[in-house]
């Protein structure tokens, strides 16, 4: 009899498993009584886990490609820096333009202009002629700077003990010829002697041309006189 009930409670069991795994949520518990075995199901409500969610590490921005450089073209110089316009030295890679410009060499000093009159021997030689107003005594401007060196001639040679000067013209007769070259050569010692040489050192002469002398300008001659050495 006992065995019997066994097997009717394990029947029971069995019938009640298979009602509780259609019921969702529910757990079988056997009960032991004296007279039968039984199971109760009993609803055991699951608290659902929060579901872990996986911390999301940001991707790494990408690096921005480099842009590739132009390529020279074809009429471009390769010794020259196409960004700056400065030429480059191939072999060194410097900027030959930053390097400064040699200063330029300072240009010669002129020289100076020959000397317009020079003393040889016993006489004062003039380069240029001394010209006057056409008819008159009148010394003109352009032959002044000649008058100027002979006052700087005779004023730094004091060897010059005296200077003569001789003018020789041709005024159409003889006598008209004498008198005019007496005025010029008397305007000669008048401008040498206001520049500063002293009177007693000039004296002055006129004469008429020679018939050998066919030249239309006026012959006018320096002969000087120098001191005597003593020994």
């Given at each position: ?61 990408p690096e921005p490609e480099p842009e590739p450089e132009p390529e020279p073209s074809a009429d ?62 009148t010394i003109l401007d352009d032959s002044k700077p000649i008058l100027d060196e002979m006052v ?20 159409g007769s003889r006598r008209a010829s004498k008198k005019l070259a007496k005025k010029r050569a ?46």
């Open positions: 009899m006992f065995q019997i009930r066994l097997l009717l409670a394990a029947l029971a069991a069995a019938l009640l498993g298979v009602g509780c795994g259609s019921t969702a949520g529910r757990v079988c518990q056997p009960v032991n009584t004296w007279s039968m075995a039984s199971f109760s199901c009993s609803a055991v409500s699951e608290t659902p886990q929060p579901e872990q969610v996986a911390e999301i590490e940001p991707e790494p921005e471009t110089d390769p010794g020259t820096d196409t960004d700056t316009g400065s030429d480059l030295d191939p072999a060194s890679g410097t900027d030959t333009a930053a390097e400064p410009e040699p200063e330029p060499e300072p240009e010669p000093e002129p020289e100076p202009p020959a000397p317009m009159v020079a003393l040889e021997g016993n006489e004062i030689q003039v380069q240029g002629q001394i010209q006057f107003e056409a008819g008159n005594a700087q001639l005779l004023n730094d040679n004091s060897d010059i003990r005296r200077v003569t000067i001789e003018v020789r013209t041709d005024a008397r305007a000669l010692r008048k401008y040498l002697t206001k520049q500063g040489v002293k009177k007693r050192r000039v004296r002055a002469k006129g004469k008429a041309k020679k018939a050998s002398e066919d030249s239309e300008e006026d012959v006018i001659t320096f002969k000087v006189k120098l001191k005597r050495r003593r020994r």
